[in-house]
């Protein structure tokens, strides 16, 4: 049963994985690129300077921002901060590789300590000579004399962003680049990558093996409208189905290029009602905010929404485990790791594997949510605030990365539902 109340209008950012990669693109682009509607967060920006530092212009207001493209690789050296954006260390390295010059990457000790290794591996096996620290992390020093091509193996079983990354600068290399991707995770990710890419005018071609080919002859500027980001979206849709409230994210809908609306078919397996159209995606929670549990999901290709399911899992009348998400361990923090803590801190019971957790039913107390600053644990648990008293957030701020007015708009669409205190 559900809820017959008007449904409400959530204000969702812009993408990240669209902002970034469309910053790229553009600037790696013949021309001027307008981004209507980019993310403006931490990561995005982080993006955007580091761009800057490799010489690239970025000019505009928050609502657009204008790039003018190279339509090559950078020339000259320089120093890129990356800060924590790991889009920025595994995107920028091999459109750096594509031009000429030295450049140094580095980042934050967060940063620092994510894997970059298939990376390093990739560029070296396509003639470059990257050097970084022992375990293939940043700082990360790219000699540059442009990119021939060639054909490559990429482990793609920690992140698909090495893959992406390689991809994004393909169409700068002078001859083909063919990758064949070993246990590559998060597919739809890719499928978001290409999709971009032709639209700035690349040619490529996906094999049935998975092998994926792409032809030389650059880019060529193109204005883009960014989509609200559906990795967001999640713990506003995972709200709306917890307080059995109506709420519809406009933009959002059947023509996404984003895999992780598919965290809503999710959210219907636990009886919320999903409407999907056009112009956007609207979930309708059940009149008690009740959830429907007692069933095994995999989450791999939407890996950044399973911290959106789990938190709120406790609420659901019978177990519920996510697997395939073991990859997860290896983001801003240990995300199952990390969960799995805080669930037992709120009392729950909780039990983990390297690539699943399963998350049993309970009454849940209030507690201190460690968030590890790691944005995705802070919007979770705040979803769980929102039913359950008592839940604080040590680091409250870190949502800024991607999504700096989280919690008022939480307020704003749950305005008479507890929300964790300390936000």
Known sequence: MTTAAAPLTARVPGSKSITNRALLLAAAADGVTRL???????????????????????SGTDEVWEVTGTGSGPVGDARVWCADAGTAARFLPPFAATGRGTFVFDGSDQLRARPLRPLVDALTGLGVEPAG???????????ANGLAGGEITLDSSFSSQYLTGLLLSAPLMR?????????????????????LMHHFGARTRQDGDGTIRVLPGGYTAADLTIEPDASTASYIFAAAA?????????????GSSQGDLGFVEVLRRT???????????????????GLTGGFDVDMGDISDTFMTLAAIAPLADAPIT???????RLKESDRIEAVARN???CGIRVEEGQDRITVHPGRSSGAEIACYRD??????????GLRVSGITLDDPSCVSKTFPGFHEELRRLFLDHTTPQGI
Request: net charge neutral; proline share 6%; charged share 20%.
């Open 375 to 384: 944005h995705r644990i802070a919007m979770a648990f705040s979803v769980l």
């Open 133 to 143: 620290g022992p375990d293939g992390v940043l700082p990360l020093t790219v000699h």
């Open 175 to 195: 001859e083909p680049l063919t990758v064949r991707a070993e246990g590559l995770v998060s597919r739809p990710y890719i499928e978001m990558t290409r999709s």
């Open 242 to 254: 917890v307080t059995g409230r109506a709420v519809t994210v406009p933009g959002l809908g059947t």
């Open 322 to 328: 996510i697997h395939g998400i073991g990859h997860a």
């Open 271 to 289: 009886g919320a009602h999903v409407e999907i159209t056009e112009s956007g995606t609207t979930v309708t929670g059940r009149v008690d905010g």
């Open 36 to 58: 209507r509607a980019p993310l403006v967060s931490d990561d995005t920006l982080a993006f955007r300077t580091a761009l800057t530092d490799l010489g690239i212009r970025v």
């Open 343 to 345: 669930l037992r801190a």
